[in-house]
């Protein structure tokens, strides 16, 4: 059964969930000018599905090999997710061999990636993606393998001499919290010392918060809990790193993680991050500002048992009162894509959300300027799917 | 939004959940040799679902009213509920009036239940159910509907009168710990008294534990996680009460909920409870002896994350040593039925098992009699389920 998962405490997966404070940290590279992450990064992470399995004896599918990764490359391209944005394959713990090379560089565990991850990157390049490495702050990485205390420049070297892409940086075995503060600034200036373009993956703001653990495609979630889970990255401008077995993913899991519309709101440009607009009992109310006087909303159902529960509001808790003001075309993007029509100021939607789901709307300001402005049925009959 | 469920500290779910102690009530009251619940209740049961829903106006189709009740009685038969065994149409908190009446009975809410409960209980009746009612031992219900401290005989009687089946006894509003048993027995003395039948279904323990909220067939389970929930409850001869909308169901739910093989584990007539072999990282072995010789045996994955991962254990865990000595046949329940041929007191399972999930086991011992002996293959090849 391998190490026991249990007793990493500190096994990292921050990437792949609500990732508000890592985009504190990408908006905080960002701030170099450097053109990276703009928007949030879309990929792909093998933590939270494969784990540290490495005996590719018992279990040769599921190993942290380059095997792995070449396959995701593959169906990555195959299966439509390098069309709707998904970019980086990254590669998380457990790729490297127990001790440094007779130059004290890292290097990858020979018999799972006998090419080597120049190799690995170059194919991965081939396929128009990018690649993703794994580092730590640390003495050794959270799975026990060499970690970059120490060796900030030559690691960031190496792994520009790879073409590596991106850098998940995690924040295991360091020392005080001023140790890690400083090692994670060390290694952000190494890594703009090679020239290269690394995005900056930092797990830094993950030791100062609870984890939670269950992604979209995988076992744990029920599907109005992944619906949630979507809804809330696109929100939160949250990166988008899948960590499933795209292998055997469903065509449901598949469908939400591919929803254009929602990568859309994920990806968009203004690059503003969503906000909680209020809290009632178990319901939240959501919304991100987006380019071209647009909004994401999201009515969020905490409740854990008892049927879909109506939460209602009015269309002026929205933007600061400006969403519908004068007016506004509201477009339902999940659970399903549904057309609500026009609404105005003085519009109240009743959105029925199921236990644990979560409805994301796309809200539309419709300006006065005759150009723009559309004969209004402001009076009609909400429709079902509004109540 | 009707009341906020959040408030409802003590609201009842155990029926619907790992009802170990529960059991231990229901053992209690099979010492009486009433005949009573000689296996587990099965049936359904309103709360998990539609808790406290008293608006009928604004929401007709969810509300605790007659309508909802012999709604899921017809659905019981036409759909095959019944068939399988499940019996009891069960009323939870939320039906009575908020007063009673002129002779200090408890009365339904008159606009909900029109009809009367012994007009509903025929109803059920008439489709070869039964009818499960709900009181509470203390002042008030959870949901603050008059309590039966102080008329156990008369609500006893109430119920008996109306030809009630079931009586959930809920813990609410109670005083003391000693005054909570004392109210307890004086209930059980009391409906012994009616001369009646019913299931004396005792919420007691549930006040002496944490609680879960999910059920199958609802929003906030994952598919694995409902073949655990069902597995277990087999395992630990739970009462099957349901809680979901048998008008909208997902196959897949149903499907589970129906499994013969696995309601033949729960209802064996031997009426052991299932227990816990052992414990080893992630993982837990539990098995129930069955009759004729029988086990059933769940492997359960607790961990969240990662995917599926190897259980490895020996056939002579199983049965204290016996259940495959000198052979036995092994059939898969759970997630799917299969096959596993012959197997003996030497034998190595290797059980894949996915994150939140369980398989479950049925091992049926072969002796050593020679009617009884069939050619084994041991050697085999395990078959990929095995791996």
Redesign the interface.
Known sequence: ??R???SWRRAT?ACVLVLVLVLVLLAGTRALENGLARTPTMGWLHW????C?TDCASDPL?CVSEQLFMQMADLMVSDGWKDVGYEYVCIDDCWMSLTRDNQDRLQPDPERFPSGIRKLADYVHSKGLKLGIYGDVGNKTCAGFPGSYGHYDLDAQTFADWGVDLLKFDGCNYGTQDQLAEGYRNMSLALNKTGRSIVYSCEWPLYMRPMQ??VIG????????QLTQMALWAIMAAPLLMSN?LRHISPQAKWLLQNKDVIAINQDPLGKQGYRITK????ELWERPLSGGTYAVAVMNR?????P????FSTSFLGNGLACNPACSIQQILPTSEDWGLHNWVSFLNIKV????TVLLKVVVIGESPAEKPVMNINKKPSPDIL
């Open positions: 059964m391998g026991a998962v249990g997966l939270e599905r494969f784990l399995s599921s653990r269950l995988n076992f744990g979630l029920s599907w109005d809990q077995d009632d009992n178990n319901f409740q854990e048992i008892g049927g529960q109506i939460f209602s199921n236990p644990t789901g």
